[in-house]
C-alpha cells in the first residue's frame, strides 16, 4: 500500500548536497551586508558619526532588542559548518582556511556585541543534537578566535589555489596571500582589544617580526570590504531605502565639530552641506546633537533643512540633492577590516610598547594617508568632492602626533574613530576599550546618562535557550545594556 | 401498491414493506410502487427514513402516503464517506446548516455563515473586503500549529483543498489571496453539515482529526419534471466600524511652529513629517501640497505637490482646515451582486440540475473587486434498478483585478490612514495620481520622504488574482443485493491560480516598479470504493456494515518570477524587467492510500452501536530511498473509534413532559501525517553574487525518525426534547488529547537552525457545546422559533518534549506561547514595571504595601517597561454563543441572529503606531491648547508611582509632552501591556425580512416566490478602539488570532433577495 511513496516524498527541488564555493558566497555576502546595516542602524549612531531626527529611540539609547548581529552571525555560521563538514580536516583545502578566518570574525563580532554566547556548542544541531548550546565565556571565545586565525593562516600557506566564490578578494591564488593578511591583521585586532585583560605584546611580536610567515596588510587594495554593482540586487544595501527613512539619518554634531576643527575634507564625504546653507549661498556641512528629544531633533536649528543629510555616496537612490543625479549604488563598499586601521593597532601598540618594531608616528600617518586615500578612491569623480589631505593636516595641533603619550594616544583613538567609519559596531567596540574619542550622551538620552556598552540578549533565548541564557547572565551580570562585558573591564 | 410521500406528494422510492410477525420485505421503486405477497388480514408496516412508520391492513393496499415525521428524529443527515444515517441512531455530535441560510443573507466566502449558527465552531474572517480568507476552529485548538487547526471540507463524499498560500514574499506584504473553501459558491449547497468531534470524522482520516465540514450539492432529485430556479441577490456594503482620528491638530512634528509645504520631504516647515503633531486648525492659511500655485502672479494648472512646476512658482496658501471624513470619503460603498440561475428536472429514472451563478462584487476599498462565474452541473441516473450513477462538475472562474494589501507598511492603505496620515491632508485631492505631464512615472502626494499617494497604491499597486477551479465528481453504485450495495467514487479538485503584483514607478519602496507573477497550480484526486451491507437479523437486531479504501494524491506547484525593477513603465510583463529577472519554484506531492470499515448494530431500533477501523499509509512519512539506512520510518498507521446511543424515551417511561431522550457516547482516534518532504534537508539558492551563484541551507532541521501523531478523543451528550417537541435541548462534553504531535518547533538559532521537526507534545482540549431549540409560539398562522447555540473550549498544553517548557506558536510584537501546563493562546510580552511587595530582592518592593501594583513611572515621567515578557491574557474567547430568532406569520419570515463572544484578548498594533503618528483620538489627551507645556491641559502626567533614592514610592508628577507621552505608553512599541483589549463583543450578524408569495401565487407559471430585505454584521458592540475584534493578522498564509496589525475595517452588508421557481 505504499509503493512509490518513497519517491512521491523525495524532495526535488532543491539540492541537498552543495559545493563549499555555493556556500561560501553567500556568507560573505550577508555579513558584509550586516556590517552596512548594523553600522548604519546602531553603530554610526551610538559613536556619534550620525544622529537621528526622526524615531530618536536608538539615539536616546531606548534600544530594546537589537537581535540582527546575533541572527546573522547565526544563521550564516549554519552554512559555514557544512562548509567545514564538507571540507573536513584537509588542511590544504583553501576553503579551511578561509571559513576559520570569517568564522573568527564573526564570533569576535557576536562577542563583543553580546558578552558570554554560544561558541563551542553553537551550531552543531545537526550532527551533535545539540539544541541547547552553553554559552562560552568570552575569555574562551577569544581564545578560539585567535587560535583559529593563527591555523588558519598557516593552513593558507600550504593550500591549494583552487578557491571559488570568493566574492571578498576574487579567489584564486592571488586571493590566498590577502586572505592570510587579514587573518593577522584581524588577530592583531583582536589583541589589542584583549590588551585590557592580558599581556599580548609577544604574539604581536611574533606576527610582526616574520613578515613571511605572518603577513600582515600592506596597502589599502590588502582591505577586506565588499565591493557592490551598479545594478540591483547586490547594490550598496542602504540604495533601496525610502527617502524619509534615509533622512532620519544625518550628520552628527559630534563628527561634524570634530572634522571641521581639523579642517578635514572627509567631512564631506560623510555628510553635505545643509540645505538651507546651500540656499542661502554659504554652503556648510551642520551636524545635530546626538540625543535629542523628538520634538527638538526636528526642530533643531530650524528644522531639517538646517541639518545636513548624510554623505552623497552612500544615499539611496532618491536621496539625491536638487540638481543631483542618483547615486553611484556601486561606489561606497562594506567594510571588514582596512589596512588604515591595522595601522593605528599599530601606532597604539607601538606607543605603548607592546611592540618594538616600527615607529608609532609612522603607523599614525600612515593610517591617517591611508585613509584619505581610501576615500578618494571610492568616491567618484563626477561627485566633485575633493578628499586631497591638506598639506598641512598631519602638522596641525589637533592632528600632529606630539604631546604626551595620552595625548598620542587621545589622537590615534580620534582618527580610528574617522577611519571606522560605517564599519559595523567596531568603533564602539574600540571606544569601550579606550573610552576615547569620549562619547557624550544627549541631552534626551534615557539610560542615566550612561553610553550603553552591549546589546541585551534576544529575548526568544529567554523562551528558546533559557537554562544557557541564565547561566551566563548569573556569570555576567544583569541582562542588560550597562553591563561591562569581561574583554572591556 | 404505492408510496406517497406526505409531504410533496410524490412517489417516495426506497420506503420498506414489511409483512408484521413474517420476515417477507420488500422496497419500493422509484415510482414508489411496491407487491408483495400477503394474507388480506396481514398487517403492512410501512417505514421510511424521514417519515413516521405506519401500519395498515394488507387489504388497504393501495396509495398509501406516508406522513413526514414532523419530530425531526427520522431525520437523515449525511455523515462521513456521504453514508446517509437516521439522526437518532448517532453517537456523536452533528449540526447542519441548510441551504438557504446562505443564500439569502449571504457572503462571498461561505464560510464565515458557519459563525453563531454553529455550537463549537469559531469563524475568523478577514476584513480584506472581497471574499478573503477565514479561519475556522471547531472544538477549539488541539494543534499548537495554528495551520493545523482547520477542518477538513468535504463535497458530496470527497474532501477537497482549503490551501492557504500566503501572498507576501519578494519584498510584496501580505496579501490575503481567499483559501480553498471560500471560492465554494453557497448557491450550489443544499446543505453544511458539521462533524465536530473525531468519532463523526474518524473514517475520513487524517485530515479530519478538527472536524469535517461536509457541503452537500443540489441536485434535482427532488424535481419532477423539468423546472427553473432564480436567485437574485444585491447587496451593499459599507464599514461597519471607522477608526477614530483627531481632527484637532494638522501635520507637523509639536514643535509649535507653523506648517509650509515646499517639497513634501522636509523643505518646508513640517512638510517632511507623517505625523499629525502640527499646528490646530484654525483656518489660517497655509502653502500645503493642494494649494494652487502661480508663476509671476499668473495661475499655472500645477500645484503644491507638483515638484516639477516650473521653477520661481509659488504655492498660495489655503485654509488649513480637517479633512473630517477623509477614510469614510476613501472608502467606496461596496457592491455584491450575485445571480444564480438553475435549470432543474426530474423523472423515475433520473434527475439533473444545471446552475450558473455569477457574482459581481466590488469591495469598499476603492478598486478592488471579485469576479466569481460558477457553473455547476450534477446528474444522476438510474441505469437499472440497481444500477445509479452520479456526477458533479462544478467549474468555478475567479478573478479579482485587485485584492488589498493587508499587515504592516507602505502598500497598505491602514497604515497610511491609521499611523501617518494627518488630518490636515485632505485626501480626495489626490485622486489625481501623477505629477501634471509625469503621468506613470512619478506620483503626485503630500509627503515624498515615506508613502505612497493611497489612491495610487489602491489603482496603479495592484495585486491581481485570476483563479480556475474544476471540482468534479463521479459515483457509480450498485445494489449487489437488496441489503448490499458497492459505491465506486473518484474526484477531483484542481485549480490554476495566477497572481500579479504591479508596482508603479515611483512607489516608495520600488522607484523603478516592480512585476511578479506567481503561478501556484493545485491538484487533489480522490479514488475510493465503498461496500456497505444493512440487513435485519431478526425483528430485534439489524446490522450494518461498511468496508472501502481511497487513495488520495496531491501535487502542487509553484512558480514565480520577479522582474525587480522595470524598463518602460506601465508594461507589466517579465520581459519588461530591468534587471535580471528572479524565479522560484517549488513541486511538491503526497499520497495517502486507506482501508477503512466500520459495522454498526442496532438493537430494537433504541439501542446503537457503531465501530469504525481506518489504516493509512502516507507518503509523507515515508523516507526517501536515499535516507532510508538513516531512519526509522512508520508510515502507516492505524485508528478507530466506537459510538453508542441510545433512545432513553422508547426504553423506559419518562415524564410525560420529555417526548424524546437520547444519551450518545463515543470515543475514537485519529491519526495524522505531516507535510511532504519533512525528512529532507536541502539547499536553496538566492541570488547570484555577480558571477558567483549563491546557496544556503534550509533553516528547518529535519528529523529521520517521524512517527504518525494520534489525537483521541471522547465525547458525551444527550439530546433532550420536551412538550412535544416544542423545546429541544442537545448538551455535548468532550475531551480530547492529541499526542506525538509532528511540530516544526522553533530552536534557538544558536543551534545553526531555527527549527526543528519533532514528535513533541501533548494538548488537552475540553469543553461543552449547547443548542437549544424553542418553540415559544405556534399557531395556525404564527410561529416563534427560537435556538441559542453556546460553547466553551479550554486547550491545555500537558507536556512538550525533549526538555521543551514552551513554544512560540508566533511572535509579532506579542509572543503566542504554549506553555507546559498553560492555556493554548496565552500572549507573552513586555508589560509595565508595578509595585510589588512580595519579593524584596526584586525591583519595586514596597515593604508597605501601599502602592502594590501601581505603575512605577521613571524620574522623566515615562512608564518603565518590564525586562522579561510577562502573561498578558489569552486570545481565546471564554465563551461563545449565537442566540437566533425566527418569527413566521403566514407568509412573512423575520429572522435575526445576535452572536456573542466573551473573553479573549487582543492587542492593537493600530492604538501602538496610531498614537505615535499623533493620528488617533487618544492623541488629544495631553494636548488641550497646543504644545506650550506651560498652558494648562498640556503634557500627561501618568497614573503611578516614581521610585525615590531611598527606595520609597511617591506618586508620579512629572508632566511628559504629548508626543513623547504617547510613544512612552508602549516604550517605543516595545510595552504591549498598554495595548491590549478585550475582544468581547455582541453582533447583530444577521437580520432578515422575507415574504413568501401565497399559494395562489404558485398556480400560475411562477411556483414559489420569495423576496427578502437582508443585512449582516449590521451592529456591533465592544470595547476595543478603531478595529472590530473579530480580526485577525497574517503572516506568511498563516491567520494569527489575537493581533490586530493595521486591518481593514469590516463590512456591514444588506440588500434585498429575490428567488423563484418556474
Known sequence: ?489 | GKVISGDDKQPLPGATIQVKGASKKTITDNAGNFTIQAGNNDLLIISSIGFTTQEISAAQAGNIVLAVDTRGLGEVVVTALGIKKERKKLGYALQEVKGEDLTVARESNVVNQLAGKVAGVTVIGSPSGVGGSARVSIRGERSVDLNKNQPLYVVDGVPISNAINGGSGSNNMEVDFGNGASFINPDDIESMNVLKGAAAAALYGSRAANGVVMIKTKSGRKQKGIGVEVNSNLTLESALKLPEYQKVYGQGNASGGDFAFVNGGGAGMADGTDEGWGPAFRGQLYPQFNSPRTLNGEAIPFTGGDMNAPAGSVITPTAWEPDNNNLKDFLETGRTFTNNVALVGGNDHGDFRLSYTNLNQTGIVPNTDLKRNTTSFSAGYHLTPKFSARAFASYIKSESDNRPSISYGTESIMYLFNCWLPASVRVSDLKRLWQRGLEDRQQYNWNYNYHDNPYMTVYENTNGQYYDRLIGNVILRYDLASWLNLQVRTATDWSSERREYRRAFSTQRFPFGEYREVNIINEERNTDFLFAADKEINSNFSFNATLGGNQMRQTSRFTEGTAGQLNVPGVYRLTNSRIPLVSGQNNVAKRINSFYGSAGVSYKNKLFLDVTGRNDWSSALTLPEDLKAFGTEQNSYFYSSVALSAIISDMVKLPSVISFAKLRGSFAQVGNDTDPFAYTQTYFSTNPFGGSQVYEETDRLSNLNLKPEISTAFEFGADLRFWQNRVGLDVTYYQGNTKNQILNIPLSNTSGYTSRVINAGAIRNHGIEVMLNVTPIKTKSFAWDAYVNFSHNRSKVLELRDGLTNYVVADRSVSIEARVGERMGDMYGIGFARVQNSDPNAPYYDATGEYTGQMVFAANGRPVATTERIKLGNYNPDWLMGVGNTFTYKGIRLSCLFDIRQGGKLYSLTQTVGREGGIIKETLEGRADGYDMSKPGNGVVGNGVVQQADGKFATNTTKVAVREWHSAWTGGRNIAEGVMYDASFVKLRELQIGYTFPGAFKKGLIKGMNISLVGRNLLLWDNVPHVDPEVMSYAGGTALPGIEYMSLPSSRSYGVNLSFKL
Open chain 1, 1 to 489: 500500500c505504499a509503493r512509490d511513496f518513497s519517491e512521491v516524498n523525495t524532495n526535488e527541488n532543491n539540492p541537498t548536497t552543495v559545493t563549499p564555493d555555493l556556500l561560501l558566497s553567500g556568507v560573505i555576502r550577508n555579513m558584509m551586508n550586516a556590517q552596512v546595516n548594523t553600522a548604519w542602524g546602531i553603530g554610526n549612531i551610538v559613536v556619534q558619526h550620525h544622529a537621528k531626527i526622526q524615531f530618536v529611540n536608538e539615539d536616546r539609547y531606548l534600544w530594546g532588542e537589537q537581535n540582527s548581529v546575533w541572527d546573522e552571525v547565526y544563521s550564516n555560521y549554519r552554512n559555514l559548518q557544512n562548509l567545514f563538514n564538507a571540507v573536513g580536516t584537509d588542511s590544504t583545502n583553501p576553503y579551511l582556511g578561509v571559513s576559520l578566518i570569517l568564522k573568527s570574525w564573526m564570533f569576535a563580532v557576536a562577542t563583543d556585541t553580546y558578552g558570554d554566547i554560544p561558541y563551542s556548542e553553537a551550531g552543531k544541531a545537526k550532527l551533535e543534537g545539540k539544541y541547547q548550546p552553553k554559552y562560552d565565556t568570552q575569555e574562551e571565545i577569544y581564545a578560539g578566535v585567535l587560535a583559529d586565525l593563527k591555523r588558519a593562516n598557516s593552513f593558507l600557506a600550504i593550500s591549494g589555489s583552487n578557491l571559488n566564490g570568493d566574492i571578498l578578494y576574487g579567489g584564486g591564488a592571488n586571493a590566498l596571500l590577502k586572505w592570510r593578511k587579514l587573518a593577522n591583521s584581524l588577530r592583531l585586532r583582536y589583541l589589542m582589544r584583549l590588551s585590557k585583560r592580558k599581556d599580548v605584546g609577544a604574539e604581536m611580536t611574533e606576527i610582526l617580526s616574520n613578515p613571511a610567515t605572518y603577513p600582515i596588510f600592506e596597502r589599502n587594495e590588502d582591505n577586506a570590504e565588499l565591493e557592490y554593482f551598479s545594478s540591483a540586487p547586490n547594490q550598496w544595501p542602504l540604495y533601496g531605502a525610502r527617502v524619509g527613512s534615509f533622512d532620519e539619518f544625518r550628520v552628527s554634531k559630534t563628527l561634524s565639530d570634530r572634522l571641521t576643527a581639523l579642517g578635514d575634507p572627509r567631512l564631506k564625504v560623510f555628510g553635505r552641506p545643509s540645505q538651507r546653507s546651500v540656499t542661502a549661498g554659504t554652503p556648510k556641512i551642520e551636524g545635530i546633537p546626538n540625543g535629542l528629544s523628538d520634538v527638538n531633533a526636528l526642530a533643531y536649528n530650524g528644522g531639517v533643512q538646517g541639518v545636513s543629510r548624510v554623505g552623497y555616496t552612500f544615499a539611496c537612490l532618491v536621496c539625491n540633492d536638487a540638481g543631483q543625479a542618483a547615486p553611484d549604488p556601486a561606489a561606497p563598499r562594506a567594510l571588514l577590516m582596512t589596512y588604515a586601521e591595522l595601522q593605528f593597532i599599530l601606532a597604539e601598540a607601538r606607543e605603548r610598547n607592546m611592540i618594538t618594531t616600527g615607529d608609532a608616528a609612522t603607523y599614525y600617518n600612515n593610517g591617517i594617508t591611508a585613509n584619505f586615500e581610501y576615500w578618494k578612491s571610492i568616491v567618484p569623480p563626477q561627485y566633485g568632492i575633493d578628499v586631497t589631505m591638506p598639506a598641512n593636516y598631519l602638522s596641525q595641533s589637533g592632528v600632529a602626533y606630539t604631546g604626551g603619550q595620552a595625548d598620542k594616544l587621545g589622537k590615534i583613538a580620534l582618527q580610528k574613530w574617522v577611519a571606522y567609519y560605517f564599519n559595523g559596531l567596531e568603533a564602539w567596540f574600540d571606544w569601550r576599550r579606550t573610552r576615547m574619542p569620549a562619547i557624550v550622551p544627549g541631552p534626551s538620552n534615557l539610560n542615566n546618562d550612561r553610553v550603553p556598552v552591549r546589546f541585551i540578549y534576544p529575548q526568544k533565548e529567554q523562551s528558546l535557550n533559557g537554562a544557557s541564557r541564565k547561566a551566563a547572565v548569573d556569570r555576567q551580570g544583569v541582562d542588560d545594556m550597562n553591563t561591562l562585558m569581561w574583554i572591556a573591564k
